[in-house]
Nanobody
Framework: EVQLVESGGGLVQAGGSLRLSCATS????????IGWYRQAPGKEREGVSC????????YYADSVKGRFTISSDNAENTVYLQMNSLKPEDTAVYYC???????????????????????WGQGTLVTVSS
């Protein structure tokens, strides 16, 4: 069974840090691109960052560039999102999602076009207090 499970969310003060984990199973990790997405109350889901597990290429939304870092551990089949300098506007449910066979040249598109994403996790809540 193809599965993504997020963890690591919680309550943190503005300026603090959290590390989210996306544990994957049921597919060949290196074949997939994994993205992190978030949805705040009353807002549409937005792409935050993504990584190609085949070569490690990454992409970030402008809103998190310089504050968030995505990484993958191919031995553990897990993708991480290190979030630093958190702001109240980062408050949202964070999801990871994966798609197979995404060309590295098209990696950034999975932050905006979800049609290539085959599997989603259940989400983890991040709350940043001011």
């Amino acid at each position: 069974e193809v599965q993504l499970v997020e963890s690591g969310g919680g309550l943190v003060q503005a300026g603090g840090s959290l590390r989210l984990s996306c544990a994957t199973s049921g597919f060949i990790f290196d074949d997939y691109a994994i993205g992190w997405y978030r949805q705040a109350p009353g807002k549409e889901r937005e792409g935050v960052s993504c990584i190609s597990n085949s070569d490690g290429s990454t992409y970030y939304a402008d809103s998190v560039k310089g504050r968030f870092t995505i990484s993958s551990d191919n031995a553990e089949n897990t993708v991480y999102l290190q979030m630093n300098s958190l702001k109240p506007e980062d408050t949202a449910v964070y999801y990871c999602a994966g798609g197979a066979g995404v060309p590295v040249s098209s990696l950034a598109t999975i932050l905006f076009n979800y049609s290539d994403l085959e599997v989603w996790g259940q989400g983890t809540l991040v709350t940043v207090s001011s």
